[in-house]
């Protein structure tokens, strides 16, 4: 099933969204979350899209994408966008696509697509309130996916004490470090224990001040998001299959 993270190509360059997720709410899905039901489709993997407004925004559907299994823990990765010039490669369509990747490897694994990550977290807050009504059973905690396509098994675990930092630090000596903000911080606030995962490559010398064995963790990634730099140039398919194979698989089995 290696083959689903070629999907990143077609997904970036072919799937374009018209903005954010305020200017695609229309009672069609807009075209990011069409090409991923393709994509789930064409693997033959089991989905259902929760479909919702809010009160704030009571004229604007929004889309959580969900790929349903038996798991103590949830893994999450924002579809949304920002700028629709952008390839969005590293942010967040990576983090989709292995996302899929992982499911496909695991079946159990429950994986959700959300939407809104940019502009006010609200697929955080409906899956949060879902979660807290039961509706997947017992849930452990949150893995939030971000910026993924690039590092591998070189991981950083943002700074968010809990158990689910704490099992991360300990399977994998991952190095916890403060992180931009994400959908973590907004399960949080609803008392679910979540952590953001952000694999990163080692390079020699690095201004991010983030030592590691090695060398230092290279984050300029993060200043890529939202502008057109975040291009699939600074993707590789393998570090993905590495980051899924050696991380994800191992976290959601343990």
Not at 10 to 19: I, M, P, Q, R, Y
Not at 71 to 98: G, L, M, T
Not at 225 to 245: A, G, K, R
Request: with cysteine.
């Amino acid at each position: 099933m290696k083959k689903i993270l070629k999907e990143i190509y077609s997904f970036c360059k072919k799937a374009k969204n018209e903005g954010t997720a305020f200017a695609n709410g229309c009672i069609d899905y807009p075209p990011r979350v069409k090409f991923i039901l393709g994509i789930l489709k064409k693997y033959e993997i089991k989905n259902c899209v929760d479909s919702f407004a809010t009160e704030v925004h009571p004229d604007i559907n929004f889309h959580n994408i969900i790929l349903p299994g038996k798991s103590s823990y949830i893994v999450i990765a924002h579809h949304d966008i920002v700028n629709p010039k952008s390839e969005n490669a590293n942010d967040n369509s990576a983090s989709v696509i292995n996302a899929i990747y992982l499911k496909s490897l695991v079946p159990e694994a429950i994986v959700v697509l959300t939407d809104c990550e940019e502009v006010g977290m609200y697929g955080a807050k409906r899956l949060a309130e879902q979660i807290k009504e039961g509706i997947f059973g017992d849930i452990k905690g949150v893995i939030n996916l971000e910026l993924s396509g690039a590092g591998g098994k070189s991981l950083l675990v943002g700074d968010y004490p809990g158990p689910l930092t704490e099992k991360i630090k300990m399977i994998f000596g991952a190095t916890v470090f403060p992180t931009p903000g994400n959908e973590s911080i907004q399960f949080r606030k609803e008392g679910i224990d979540s952590t953001v995962i952000n694999p990163l490559p080692i390079t020699e010398k690095s201004k991010s001040g983030m030592k590691v064995s090695g060398g230092y963790l290279d984050n300029s990634s993060w200043g890529r998001c939202h502008t057109e730099e975040d291009s699939l140039e600074f993707i590789s398919t393998q570090d993905m299959h590495e980051f899924v194979t050696k991380i994800l698989v191992p976290l959601i089995k343990e």
